[in-house]
């Protein structure tokens, strides 16, 4: 099954499938009225979701961490997707957000014990295509702070994206593509919507995930650098760090690996992506093409 031109776009609210222009959700829901959710990124290919185990791992996790009760098992959210996918006719080259709110609350406000026993689940597939040869990145850095786990702990994957948003709205009118957040401490965490990594004299490295999403990208293209025989750490990584560098990339799910050639208007490296990001960025097609080679 394929969407047809003109076929309204199907998303899964609570139970149901319905057109994205009639699908709600209440106006007492927690998500709504604070950003108190869960979600995940996930991404389609060849019929297959990548990664899902483990992006349902992640969103256990969160949701532990955040008392919030997934609405169903693993199996049942896995089919909720399936079933998404299904209703539009989507097999490849798209991304998924998958969404868990706290629930309808009984009033406004923001405390958890006015909401439901369990939380609400929204699915939203979009087609998405990732360019076969991704654009290079310009970033600018943000004076906006990613918070430390004293704070908020970055491996909660939460819905209120506030922080990102008010950071790319800092460097918005600067003719950037990215805004690149530092830590409390200032060194590189991420940028505002991906992981990132540079490379110099050979050796692969990203800053440790103290004040960054511990990203699923960026665990697979960790390991398919050790597994082609770099060098890859983790490590407190200052500014200096990346304008010495001789490449940088950035990961995610949405954008895969895409190379950053300047920041904060100096030059990365040639000024061109580099051999070690096109090396991996192949590397990790490959893995997808095998990984996804089965049915979803």
Known sequence: MRRSMGQPLMVYVDGSIVPAESASVSVFDAGFQSGDAVWEGLRVYDGTVLRLADHLDRLEHSARALRIA????????????AATLEANGFRHDVHVRLMVTRGTRSTSGMDPRNAPPRGTLVVVAE???????PTPQRLRTASIRRPSPQVLDPGIHHANQLNSIVARLEVWDDGVDAALMLDT????????????????????????????LHGITRATVMEQARGAGLAVREARLSLFDFYAAD??????TVCELVPVVEIDGRRI???????IWRQ???AYRARVSQETAGPL
């Open 70 to 81: 997934l609405p169903g098992t693993r199996a049942q959210i896995a089919a909720a997707v």
């Open 247 to 252: 490449e940088v990339f950035v990961t995610g």
């Open 280 to 282: 991996l960025l192949d």
């Open 127 to 133: 087609h998405k295509p990732v360019p076969e040869v």
């Open 185 to 212: 401490d200032g060194f590189v965490a991420e940028v505002d919507t991906a992981n990132i990594f540079c490379v110099a004299d050979g050796v692969v490295r990203t800053p440790f995930a103290t004040a960054c």
């Open 269 to 275: 490296g040639t000024g061109e992506p580099g051999p």
